[in-house]
């Protein structure tokens, strides 16, 4: 029977918002080594110091057993290996996967006989056994469900959620034979505060994830075209959805850019593999080019209001607050609030980018986009509120004004400022 001791060495491949915490935990109770690529962050971990800020220092020093290293030959004694590596789309909206593609290779180089890989990243269903699997054994030279095994447990991580942690979320798991599956359950078991769900196949949990993010992406759409149906009959969205929320089965969900790692990205992975089989996901696909169209639309809002104020686009002063794809972390992964800038730059406005959370030569590095370090007071002709920052909630309307010019317009995507208090909101 396929067992994973307490004493077995786990190596977690990626240490970003996903594996650092996950690596911290498995660090508090059993042999751990944390692996990444870049060795600045390998450095900086080693000092105590997460930038992503998922994890406290004093959290990073309770994993008493965790171990970091850029070095690959270090994880050959490892027994379990959880690939938590992104898995972005590219510019086709079409699933990258070459991250988990040098990830599986890495693996299959070390892996030894015995082992099981487990991966946490969300892909299509089916890609783990069709992909990645294929890789470990012409890489290793070893046979899968013989000599090595693998398990799938998608990640949940919400990033800058101080409430829900990969402790107390629930886990879905999964192995390739029976004994794997419970024996890869019962590792997860040991942080797991929440309990974990054995899913029937590898497949069942990679389709598991990929729909959680699905379903509220296609929700969000519904949200936002009604918020676009709203906006030319001239009725406030905010103030409907208030209204059809005192029904007790009404979903709340409020309408906005749609970004990040997960929600804006899982569905064109699940569309890809049922465009593979020969099915064509109307409505999927459909919630998914409504929710992309929401940054030009929020900049074609703001270009409209400007000229009705006779002021002239060609040149304008506009102020964007937050950077970050949500509130209160400093993620930057797929923000959409760069369809904004990129939208207004194309009608030569001067735009600039304030976000007191985010890195700024990441932002650099990721988007072109160098946000400066804070604003002039009196400068700007209009004033986009994209991320609802707690910084930015606390200043409220009357301090982000000060930011304009005696005539300008402050537009709230968050709605988190009261509704006389702004000229328009999403």
């Not at 590095?365 to 160098?370: F, M, P, Q, R």
Request: overall charge negative; charged content about 20%; proline content about 5%.
């Amino acid at each position: 029977m396929f067992q994973i001791d307490q004493n077995d060495t786990i190596a977690v491949i990626g240490l970003g918002y996903v594996g650092l915490p996950l690596a911290v935990e498995f660090g508090k109770t059993s042999p751990t080594i944390g692996f990444d690529i870049h060795e600045a962050r390998i450095e900086e971990l080693q000092a105590g110091h997460d930038r992503t800020l998922e994890v406290s220092t004093a959290e990073m020093k309770e994993a008493t057993q965790l171990n970091y290293t850029s070095t690959l030959a270090d994880l050959a004694r490892c027994k379990v290996f959880i690939v938590t590596v992104p898995t972005p789309i590219n510019q086709h909206k079409q699933p990258d996967l070459t991250p988990l593609i040098k990830a599986s290779e890495a693996i299959g180089k070390v892996l030894q006989a015995g082992a099981v890989v487990i991966y946490e990243s969300t892909v299509y269903p089916g890609a783990t056994e069709e992909v990645c699997v294929p890789i470990l054994e012409r890489v290793s030279g070893m046979v899968f469900n013989k000599d090595f095994f693998a398990g799938y447990s998608p990640e949940r991580i919400n990033p800058g959620d101080k409430e829900h942690r990969v402790s107390n979320i629930m886990k879905v798991t999964s192995g390739s034979t029976p004994d794997v599956a419970i024996a890869v359950d019962t590792l997860y078991k040991r942080i797991i505060k929440a309990g974990t769900h054995l899913a029937s196949s590898i497949k069942v949990a990679e389709a598991a994830k990929v729909i959680e993010n699905t379903q509220r992406d296609l929700n969000i759409a519904l949200i936002n075209e009604l918020a676009l149906i709203f906006d030319k009959l001239n009725i406030d969205t905010l103030e409907v959805l208030e209204a059809a929320g005192t029904k007790w089965n009404f979903l709340n969900f409020r309408p906005g850019l749609v970004g990040g790692h997960c929600i804006s990205v899982d569905p064109y992975y699940l569309t890809h593999k049922a465009q593979e089989i020969g099915y064509y996901p109307q409505v999927i696909l459909s919630g998914r080019q409504i929710n992309d169209g929401m940054g030009a639309f929020v900049a074609e809002r703001v270009i409209k209001m400007l000229t009705r104020r006779r002021i002239h686009v060609v040149g304008a002063n506009i102020l964007v607050l937050g950077l970050a794809f949500k509130e209160n972390c400093p993620d930057l992964r797929n923000t959409r609030v760069v369809d904004i800038v990129q939208e207004l730059t194309h009608y030569h406005a001067n735009v600039h980018i304030y976000d007191p959370w985010v890195d700024a030569k990441e932002a650099h590095d990721e988007y072109g986009i160098t946000p400066i370090k804070t604003p002039e007071l009196g400068q700007y002709d209009a004033i986009i509120l994209a991320v609802a920052h707690q910084q930015f909630v606390d200043m409220g309307s009357d301090a982000i004004r000060r930011y304009g010019k005696p005539e300008h317009v402050l537009y709230d995507i968050k709605s988190i400022l009261p509704k006389d208090s702004v000229d328009a909101r999403l």
